[in-house]
């Protein structure tokens, strides 16, 4: 028993090591200045010269765009999850319960429209923004972006809402109440912590993409962040490292402290539907 | 009289609603119409657009049969991205399904410190991949590659002497090693150029996918082990399964079926991906890692041949379908038992 107390540190503790690497780095770059950085023989683990110093994280939000990016994204995330949850919910609903059979059938179809990726439908649907008259506009991303995050909510609420007691449902029916308003005053506020779960990963899901951002949107106001840091912040051979690196990091860690808040709730909701 | 016709129209449709299967149709429409719309019609756009001669600028084409497809194939720089693609996505899944197999293990029982390690494991997985991405460019820079910084330099200072390049080319760079696999001693006065050169370049972008992938592998893994019923491992207890005997005779073939959808989504998440190898390498050096999707890119939108882009990125089709068909049996499976 000793000896398996301390295994876990061992062998998770290296991994979590090198897969947590690149953002403690991210860290120590962003604070440096570039006397600092851009000398081969400063020790690159120590600060010098200046360091720390959050320039870098000022120069981000003065003079760049960046504060315009993270906004877009947000506004692009608010809609993409409101659109999402109009949709899923009523969907996931309606095929754990009152749909038999066909509907856990039909579940996996549309979940596996999942698997489609962005990179097999982006060039049509560039040429289809552009018929529209929607390039370089954000309404184009908020149009295209509910068709990875709608199959994948589904399939998520349809497992969440497998898991709560039909009798409530049925208690609620017995009461007088339509099934609609059963759905909406009993089920909904109940599966508040799955709906929860389907708001935050649909988010980050909006927060990630790059392919559509990239085709679609050219302006740089216009840009999410995923897209605008890599292609307005490099600018030709002249790599601001220490602003990259701050604009890198700013997301990336409250969206990671929310995954790990709701991971549990995700595993529940991602095996329940049939993969169990 | 007028009163009551539009009474009793509203009470119809207030009984439909009551009817499940007219109330699950109504629920499910809308969500249905949409991906139709959205996923469903540009796919078959896409496989229009492949057949035809269509460049940017117009929706339309000249009907040119296989020819997109065809031509691709011959290309060289399109044999290279199959081929890059195929190795990419073997290897990198191979990596992770054996580290996080290894992961999900150990972080299934509760220890002290667990929050924290899993939140590190988690973070490749919840950043930005676009951003995280970035990060590696710098870790992996021509110059200041902290890397090469960390293997050329005495870690420990005072002696005896201790530079990790040593150790690195002591384990690999032995002589009768294969020729393609291009590893030569590492010189600290000319550290490796990770990305300038292809079979590095090509590493770097399975260690980017790899590191990736694993957190989202290890939380499937997680899941799989959480639904393991409490009795199993008691009766395991009782005939004396413990240790490897145990993982191989009872945890293995329990974990299997969640390990097959693991991998399947890694399999479409890594052959699928474009960011990576965008922001990397953009298929340099001398497009010699190039994907099928960032060829398919550079084909139908920087160079304008959409027909050609959308023929090229086809190619991925079997693959996914595939795919669909091993989830679809597979899931038929669960549900029966």
Known sequence: MRRSAITPYLIVGPIALVLAYPFYWMLWTALKTDADLYNVDNNPYGFGNGSPTDRNFRFLFEETEYGQWLQNTVVVGIVVVIITLVLALPAGYALARLSGSWGQTMGIGIFLTYLVPPTLLFLPMSRVVSELGLQNRLLALMVVYPSFTVPFSIWLMMGFFKTIPRELEDAALIDGASRLGSLVRVVFPISLPGILTVVIFSFSLVVNEFVYAVTFISTSANRTVSAGVPTELIRGDVFYWGALMAAALIPSIPLALLYNTFLDRFIAGFTGGAFR | ?337
Not at chain 2, 94 to 109: C, E, P, R
Not at chain 2, 122 to 138: E, N
């Open chain 2, 1 to 337: 009289m007028e009163v009551a016709a539009p009474a009793r129209a509203r009470g119809r449709w207030r009984d439909a609603l009551e009817e499940r299967r007219f109330l699950a149709g109504v629920l499910i429409a809308p969500a249905v119409l949409f991906i139709a719309v959205l996923v469903l019609a540009p796919l078959l756009l896409a496989i229009y657009l492949s057949l035809t001669d269509a460049t940017a600028g117009s929706l339309s084409g000249d009907f040119v049969g296989l020819r997109n497809y065809t031509e691709a194939w011959d290309s060289p720089n399109f044999r290279r991205a199959l081929r890059n693609t195929v190795i990419f996505t073997v290897i990198s899944q191979i990596v992770v399904l054996l580290v996080a197999g290894v992961l999900a293990h150990q972080l299934a029982k509760p220890f002290r410190g667990r929050w924290i390690l899993r939140f590190f494991v988690l973070l490749p997985w919840a950043a930005p991949i676009a951003l995280g991405t970035i990060g590696f460019l710098w870790i992996f820079d021509s110059l200041f590659s902290v890397v090469n910084w960390t293997l050329v330099h005495d870690l420990f200072p005072g002696p005896p002497e201790f530079k990790p390049y040593e150790v690195v080319n002591w384990l690999f760079a032995r002589p009768g090693l294969p020729d393609w696999l291009e590893i030569k001693p590492i010189d600290p006065f000319a550290p490796p150029q990770w990305l300038g050169q292809s079979t590095l370049a090509m590493a770097a972008i399975i260690f980017v996918h790899t590191w990736r992938i694993i957190p989202f592998a290890t939380v499937i893994f997680l899941a799989g082990l959480a639904s393991i019923p409490a009795e199993v491992e008691d009766a395991a207890k009782v005939d004396g399964a413990i240790g490897l005997k145990k993982f191989w005779y009872v945890t293995l073939p329990l974990q299997l079926p969640i390990a097959t959808v693991a991998l399947l989504f890694g399999i479409v998440f890594t052959a699928t991906d474009m960011t990576v190898v965008y922001i990397l390498t953009h298929g340099g050096p001398f497009n010699s890692t190039h994907m099928l999707t960032t060829w398919a890119f550079d084909t139908g939108i920087n160079s304008a041949a959409l027909g050609q882009g959308a023929a090229i990125s086809l190619y991925l089709l079997p693959v996914l379908i595939l795919v669909a068909v091993l989830m679809l049996r597979f899931a038929r499976k669960v549900e029966v038992s």
